[in-house]
């Protein structure tokens, strides 16, 4: 079983809509979490961390995370075209620049006009 | 932004061939990573490296794959001798160390052993 599942798959939203997507970590050791986006062709980018419980906003993105439950939630407001990307969850026991991150499959994101 | 490059882009092999998968991690950055993404799959941590040291390493990494970075060159992936199932795309990262320990990723190679 993956240490980190995502849902849904894929969904569209339309252009200056609410996109909102979940991961969930099946390893209790796992306490800090990323979002990281890749655009077509190119590697992943960090959109944010998030390693204590509740909201954390940056621009038109929102994490919010629950330890209890492992479960952690992107939500990104008012959609632009170029939010269009594979959106992944990745996951870490530590807080440290050490450590390998356990990813999830990703959410594909396409926002239309 | 900062960026991580990785040479080359694609890279078709035959099966038993060695590969070299080069990285140009971000200027002063001091940990240095590979992930591998078979097609399908998850993204899938290799190995970090510090200091001129393997620091983890997972159950992915075989004895086949080493990692080093001369002198402050590229940081490279080895694979001596390849198999079919190393086929993938392999991910380039590294960050400073410092604040929030962001990894920067690069685009990847693409292998295919034949």
């Known amino acids: 079983q993956q240490k980190v599942q995502q849902s849904p798959e894929s969904l569209s939203v339309p252009e200056g809509g609410m996109a909102s997507f979940n991961c969930t970590s099946s390893d209790r050791n796992f306490q800090y979490f990323w979002w990281y986006r890749q655009h077509s062709g190119e590697g992943p980018k960090a959109l944010m961390?998030?390693?204590?419980?509740g909201d954390k906003k940056e621009g038109r993105f929102t994490a919010h995370l629950n330890k209890a439950s492992l479960h952690v939630s992107l939500h990104i407001r008012d959609s632009q075209p170029s939010d269009s990307a594979l959106y992944f969850c990745?996951?870490?026991?530590?807080?440290?620049?050490?450590?390998?991150?356990?990813f999830g499959l990703g959410t594909r994101v396409s926002v239309f006009p | 932004g900062p960026k991580v490059l990785q040479i080359p882009s694609h890279q078709i092999i035959d099966m038993g061939q060695m590969v070299t998968l080069n990285c140009d991690p971000v200027s002063n950055h001091l940990y240095f990573y590979w992930y591998k993404q078979i097609l399908g799959q998850q993204m899938e941590f290799l190995v970090n490296?510090?200091?001129?040291?393997?620091?983890?390493k997972s159950k992915l990494f075989k004895d086949q794959f080493s990692v080093e970075r001369p002198d402050g060159s590229y940081f490279t992936l080895k694979i001596q001798p390849t198999a079919l199932e190393d086929s993938a795309v392999y991910f380039c990262?590294?960050?400073?160390?410092?604040?929030?320990?962001?990894?920067?990723f690069g685009p990847g190679t693409r292998l295919t052993v034949l």
């Open positions: 961390s998030i390693f204590s419980d």
């Open positions: 990262a590294s960050s400073s160390g410092l604040g929030s320990a962001e990894q920067f």
């Open positions: 490296f510090y200091n001129g040291k393997v620091m983890e």
């Open positions: 990745a996951a870490s026991e530590h807080d440290n620049y050490a450590q390998g991150l356990t």
